[in-house]
């Protein structure tokens, strides 16, 4: 996306995260219906100042975001690749 790489499934500290970009030091994050509970909105809410911490800046989207507005999704994570790193590499 805009000429960065995103892996997938790739180890960061303690945890396996979706998508990276060591690069951008960005981390996509994919949540189904298994974040919705309170444990797992805490598990996750460590799970990402444990990320912070590390230097990440860490995006979060729901599942249904992915499947039905792929588009919206993929702007999004444009826009924010755009405001603090330019139009591209």
Not at 25 to 34: A, F, N, Q, W
Not at 47 to 57: D, H, I
Request: charged residues 25%; negative net charge; hydrophobic residues 40%.
């Amino acid at each position: 996306m805009k000429g960065y790489t995103f892996r997938r499934q790739r180890p960061v500290g303690n945890y396996i995260v979706d998508f990276l970009c060591q690069e951008l030091g960005l981390i996509i994050e994919v949540d189904g219906l298994t974040h919705n509970s309170e444990q797992a909105v805490d598990a996750d809410t460590l799970r990402q100042s444990y990320l912070e911490e590390l230097g990440f800046t860490v995006l979060r989207f729901t599942s249904n975001e992915v499947l039905k507005h792929i588009d919206e999704v993929m702007n999004a994570i444009e826009l924010w690749i755009d405001e603090r790193h330019g139009n591209s590499i």
